[in-house]
């Protein structure tokens, strides 16, 4: 076999000289220029003879396995990711049986490029998704994590959806991902996106999405009609239309997130407010008859800066938001019955000594966790606004923060590339403490 500078392994016949295989399965950006081709190029590359599997070695560090028996590429390691700006979990594989510490097995991250990399949390397996023209800004996921939605700079979105190991029982190696259907017609970057929250656990479904732009605009789409699973075919994804387009905010939408019951819409921005919408979203029979709608409900005053980040809590009404004057906000959201919300900011958190950039909920609402351009990860306990935790492992501004449903670890990724796992101890903490108080009483 041989491999160069174009990133393609050939396996070649000795007797006629002929090329028998052709693996390829670096994926590059859309960025064709020669920057690009070379860190595709092949470093070194060797023969498995226990597995019939040849790896190579690539100038992006990034190393393939391909199998000679299958071929196929069966893993991928990827040795730099560069600056990481969003991530979130996802349940490619989960299915009606699955438990909940099953979920969340994937872990999707947006870095400063056009390719979207998922990696299997467990084996750190990792599949590149190319398809946007320019940097990748933002991801959510939908239908209980079946399904990826990805903002960017080429001023449209993407939904992507895998194809193998559905069944729950398939292996990484099977898996693949493609994009099922692309939304356009913002006018610059989309930096924010959110999909609708309320699903059936036994059979999860799409219903909406939103994305908000640097155009200062959101935009209601329908995507009840986006597949949760991919198949490798050569038709092209449809492109949705949207149902609703408002302009939300004076300067750059930072951030959206949806309520638990699909009720609301929440959004951040750099004009130094946060904003509550009411969703309006009706489905008759037939397919093309959703109608929707968005609606300014309130307008949350009081961040001295830009705000970055919003989040709805999935046990009380109340919703979160981080801030360029280095707090975080806890708004209490009253009276939903009547659409007359009062809100009025319950708590104010401060700690981080820079730009608070991600906040999450914890422990049923208990606890909020908070990243920022500090490079430092908190844990705070809501009753108390006290900061139960500080987390160091980064060296530049911690622009994403991700955390599974079953909480028992929560991931943060920055700025200087790195993707840190950080364990919940407090159990075995405790445990220490006791065993410690018991050796004082002997």
């Known amino acids: 076999f041989t491999a160069g500078e174009k990133g393609v392994v050939k396996v070649w016949d000795v007797n006629s000289g002929k090329v028998t295989l052709t693996l390829e399965g670096h994926t590059v950006g859309a960025d064709s220029s020669e920057a690009v081709e070379e860190q595709g190029q092949i470093i070194n590359a060797i023969y498995l003879s226990q597995t019939s599997t040849i790896v190579s070695l690539h100038a992006d560090q990034t190393i393939l396995f391909h199998s000679l028996k299958t071929r196929t590429l069966t893993r991928q390691f990827i040795g730099y990711n560069d600056q990481i700006i969003d991530a979130t979990f996802l349940s490619p594989t989960a299915t009606t049986t699955t438990t909940t510490a099953q979920t969340d097995s994937h872990l999707a991250l947006a870095t400063n490029s056009s390719l979207i990399r998922v990696y299997d949390a467990t084996t750190l397996d990792a599949r590149l998704l190319s398809g946007h023209t320019d940097m990748v800004l933002c991801l959510d996921k939908g239908a209980a994590g079946r399904v990826l939605a990805s903002g960017s700079k080429d001023k449209s979105a993407r939904l992507w959806a895998a194809s193998g190991g559905s069944d729950g029982e ?134 001295k800066r830009g705000v970055w980040n919003v989040k709805f809590s999935k046990f009380d009404r109340v919703v979160a938001t981080t801030s360029g004057d280095k707090s975080v906000k806890l708004w209490s959201l009253e009276n939903f019955a009547c659409m007359k919300v009062k809100l009025g900011t319950l708590l104010t958190f401060e700690g981080h000594t820079n730009s608070v950039l991600r906040v999450d909920f914890l422990n049923k609402g208990l606890q909020l966790a908070t990243s920022a351009a500090d490079g430092l990860v908190k844990i705070w306990n809501v009753k108390d606004e006290e900061c139960t935790s500080t987390l160091d492992n980064h060296e530049e501004k911690v622009w994403a923060l991700a955390i599974p449903s079953h909480e028992k670890y929560i991931v943060s990724a920055a700025a200087d590339s790195v993707v840190t796992f950080w364990e919940d101890c407090t159990e075995l903490e405790e445990e220490e403490k006791l065993a410690e108080k018991a050796e004082l009483v002997l």
């Open 170 to 303: 398939g292996e990484g190696e099977d898996m693949s991902w493609h994009c099922v259907a692309i939304c356009e017609g913002h006018t610059e970057s989309v930096g924010a996106i959110a999909f609708s929250r309320r699903h059936d656990q036994s059979s999860p479904s799409l219903r909406f999405m939103i994305t908000g732009s640097q155009d200062r605009t959101i935009k209601l789409w329908d995507v009840q009609s986006v597949p949760l699973s991919s198949s490798s075919s050569s038709q092209p994804p449809p492109r949705l239309k949207s149902l609703s387009t408002q302009v939300a905010h004076e300067k750059d939408i930072n951030s959206l997130d949806v309520s638990p019951n699909d009720q609301f819409l929440a959004t951040a921005s750099q004009d130094k407010t946060a904003k509550i919408y009411s969703i309006e979203y009706s489905l008759k029979p037939g397919k093309g008859n959703a109608k929707g709608d968005l609606k300014l409900v309130a307008t949350l005053k009081g961040h």
